[in-house]
């Protein structure tokens, strides 16, 4: 039995290990609540409807929840991604107290993203409801969830991406400061953002005050409308790849059809697709029957590819540089597991992307092979030698001095981490597409 190193935080709990199962160990005084919920008919109405993760009984003290294929995390996700996330948390707390319970945490790393939509994964965050207490949580859900979202709608989408390095939270003072006037305008960014991040004083129950379910709802419903107007377009970076790329018709379905057939090859359950833009080749590999974790570095290619999902429920955007993939962080540099540690699958789909680390980010063909041989059995990559138009523009404005950037090379420091299985020329364009397995 191995301790998840994330769970120590809660003391009504933890969450381990063995042969590859998490399982979550639950206090004896918390083991009559956890009970009262599973025998609920909340239980039973958050479960039906995919707000909260089934799990059972497997000993007196030890839950199995289904397991989570991916974990991610809050910085990982797309605008809209940490809006479905806030939202679903105060449904559950609605929820929640129509049935005498409450949340006593709202932390955005309580959700995961499990069939294309977020779920509540934390069995113990659930408490008897005290009529009178006010919500506990209402501080945590705002600096987890709402503050990150009013800077990321009214500033800059980047906001999102602060959760890394606060990890228990976006400070509401900070984060009153940083928005713009016109943000607080509206009563809810006012209230929930800039009062409260006086430090709770103007809006904080007094000991003495009550607070009843009616005045918690009216607070949940205010906290609902405020995330529900924050809004956040796509405007810029690689998200109108596939109507200005150099590939033409022919090249592009031609690539298509080389990758679909190399899917089949490798029989891939998992699929990372590195540098996926709008998701055109996740979904491809989604058609094998695959499951696919879709990374890239542009936010607005991320927001694209998860609103425009098409009902998928195994595809999994994530915002991320593989130049500087989110790190372990956290207590101890281990409460949040580093990207690359997490990111272990069948095949990785690297289509159009080692010439942007080799060449717009100086990474040595060497480097990039190991790195991707890490995290997979089966790897399609695509070569784009130097006289591919996209590449000309790269080394515009810059001296080339990437000497060792040719097929030769490539196919030298690969073959130290791979063996060849199959390549081929893309039809009206200089690329190659190769099919590679770990060593």
Same mark, same amino acid.
């Given at each position: 039995?191995?301790?998840?190193? &994330?769970?120590?935080?809660?003391?009504?709990?933890?969450?381990?290990?063995?042969?590859?199962?998490?399982?979550?160990?639950?206090?004896?005084?918390? !083991?009559?609540?956890?009970?009262? #919920?599973?025998?609920?008919?909340?239980?039973?109405?958050?479960?039906?409807?995919?707000?909260?993760?089934?799990?059972?009984?497997?000993?007196?003290?030890?839950?199995?929840?289904?397991?989570?294929?991916?974990?991610?995390?809050?910085?990982?996700?797309?605008?809209?991604?940490?809006?479905?996330?806030?939202?679903?948390?105060?449904?559950?707390?609605? *929820?929640?107290?129509?049935?005498? *319970?409450?949340?006593?945490?709202?932390?955005?790393?309580?959700?995961?993203?499990?069939?294309?939509?977020?779920?509540?994964?934390?069995?113990?965050?659930?408490?008897?409801?005290?009529?009178?207490?006010?919500?506990?949580?209402?501080?945590?859900?705002?600096?987890?969830? $709402?503050?990150?979202?009013?800077?990321?709608?009214?500033?800059?989408?980047?906001?999102?991406?602060?959760?890394?390095?606060?990890?228990?939270?976006?400070?509401?003072?900070?984060?009153?400061?940083? @928005?713009?006037?016109?943000? !607080?305008?509206?009563?809810?960014? $006012?209230?929930?953002?800039?009062?409260?991040?006086?430090?709770?004083?103007?809006?904080?129950?007094?000991?003495?005050?009550?607070?009843?379910? $009616?005045? #918690?709802?009216?607070?949940?419903?205010?906290?609902?409308? =405020?995330? !529900?107007?924050?809004?956040?377009?796509?405007?810029?970076?690689?998200?109108?790849?596939? =109507?200005?790329? %150099?590939?033409?018709?022919?090249? &592009?379905?031609?690539?298509?059809?080389?990758?679909?057939?190399?899917?089949?090859?490798?029989?891939?359950?998992?699929?990372?697709?590195?540098?996926? %833009?709008?998701?055109?080749?996740?979904?491809?590999?989604?058609?094998?029957?695959?499951?696919?974790?879709?990374?890239?570095?542009?936010?607005?290619?991320?927001? @694209?590819?998860?609103?425009?999902?098409?009902?998928?429920?195994?595809?999994?955007?994530?915002?991320?540089?593989?130049? %500087?993939?989110?790190?372990?962080v956290g207590w101890e540099n281990a409460e949040r597991d580093s990207l690359v540690s997490r990111l272990k699958v069948d095949t990785v789909l690297a289509l159009a992307l080692v010439h942007h680390l080799a060449i717009s980010h100086n990474l040595p063909l060497s480097r990039v092979a190991k790195f991707l041989s890490s995290m997979c059995r089966h790897?399609?990559?695509?070569?784009?030698?130097?006289?591919?138009?996209?590449?000309? =523009? *790269?080394?515009?404005?810059?001296?080339?001095?990437?000497?060792?950037?040719?097929?030769?090379?490539?196919?030298?420091?690969?073959?130290?981490?791979?063996?060849?299985?199959?390549?081929?020329?893309?039809?009206?364009?200089?690329?190659?597409?190769? @099919?590679?397995?770990?060593?």
């Open positions: 039995m191995e301790k998840v190193s &994330s769970s120590f935080r809660d003391p009504s709990g933890y969450v381990y290990e063995e042969k590859g199962v998490f399982y979550r160990k639950v206090s004896p005084e918390y !083991k009559p609540i956890l009970d009262q #919920l599973l025998d609920s008919a909340l239980y039973s109405k958050l479960t039906s409807t995919g707000m909260l993760l089934p799990c059972r009984w497997v000993s007196e003290d030890t839950i199995l929840p289904e397991q989570v294929p991916f974990i991610s995390y809050p910085y990982e996700w797309s605008f809209s991604m940490l809006k479905d996330a806030a939202l679903l948390t105060l449904e559950v707390q609605k *929820m929640a107290l129509e049935h005498d *319970m409450i949340l006593k945490d709202a932390s955005a790393y309580n959700i995961q993203f499990v069939k294309g939509r977020p779920i509540l994964i934390d069995h113990l965050s659930f408490y008897p409801y005290e009529e009178g207490k006010p919500w506990v949580a209402y501080g945590q859900f705002c600096s987890h969830f $709402l503050a990150p979202l009013a800077l990321a709608s009214y500033k800059d989408i980047s906001f999102i991406r602060q959760l890394q390095l606060d990890t228990g939270g976006l400070r509401l003072g900070v984060a009153s400061r940083l @928005l713009p006037f016109r943000a !607080k305008l509206h009563p809810g960014i $006012l209230t929930h953002v800039s009062l409260h991040g006086v430090g709770s004083r103007a809006i904080a129950p007094k000991p003495w005050m009550k607070v009843s379910k $009616l005045q #918690l709802l009216s607070l949940i419903g205010s906290l609902e409308s =405020t995330i !529900k107007n924050l809004k956040w377009e796509p405007i810029q970076g690689w998200k109108d790849y596939l =109507t200005v790329s %150099n590939y033409s018709s022919i090249a &592009s379905a031609h690539k298509t059809s080389i990758v679909r057939r190399l899917l089949r090859r490798t029989d891939a359950k998992v699929v990372a697709d590195l540098g996926a %833009n709008l998701g055109y080749y996740s979904n491809i590999a989604l058609e094998s029957g695959a499951r696919v974790v879709a990374i890239d570095s542009d936010p607005a290619c991320v927001e @694209l590819c998860y609103k425009n999902r098409n009902g998928s429920t195994d595809l999994l955007p994530l915002v991320a540089d593989l130049v %500087n993939p989110s790190p372990s790897l399609i990559v695509e070569f784009v030698p130097k006289k591919d138009s996209q590449v000309q =523009t *790269m080394l515009r404005f810059r001296e080339d001095i990437f000497s060792d950037y040719n097929v030769e090379s490539f196919e030298r420091e690969f073959s130290k981490y791979f063996s060849l299985i199959d390549k081929e020329n893309v039809e009206g364009s200089v690329r190659s597409i190769y @099919l590679m397995e770990v060593i």
